[in-house]
């Protein structure tokens, strides 16, 4: 059983920056962030593969959002910049015991989920 904790949600006006992070109980292999707005389904947003060797993006945070990982501190964070009124969510991390590219790990189903940390960007 492998606990997730999310942190550094908060409220950032449009254009300013958040980075959360996904602390783990123990070690993890591929992690991804998604992300549920009011009414929406839940949707992908970001992968980093066991090593951090790969990342993947949603089209909607690439080139703003940037995922890395630390393993020595089983925590995976999420960079966000240039953060828009359409970011608002309920972030999640999840993980998935696979050494698949990220880009794979993106597409599976995960093993495990964070309880989310709300992020509200403010126009």
């Known amino acids: 059983q492998v606990q997730l904790v999310e942190s550094g949600g908060g409220l950032v006006q449009a254009g300013g920056s958040l980075r959360l992070s996904c602390e783990a109980s123990?070690?993890?292999?591929?992690t991804c962030w998604f992300r549920q707005a009011p009414g929406n389904e839940r949707e992908f947003v970001s992968a980093i593969n066991w090593s951090g060797s790969s990342t993947y993006y949603a089209d909607s945070v690439k080139g703003r959002f940037t995922i890395s990982r630390d393993n020595a501190k089983n925590t995976v964070y999420l960079q966000m910049n240039s953060l828009k009124p359409e970011d608002t969510a309920v972030y999640y991390c999840?993980?998935?015991?696979?050494?698949?590219?990220?880009?794979?790990?993106?597409?599976?189903?995960?093993?495990?989920w964070g309880q989310g940390t709300q992020v509200t960007v403010s126009s």
């Open positions: 123990g070690r993890t292999l591929g």
């Open positions: 999840a993980v998935t015991f696979s050494r698949a590219p990220a880009q794979a790990v993106g597409g599976m189903k995960p093993d495990y």
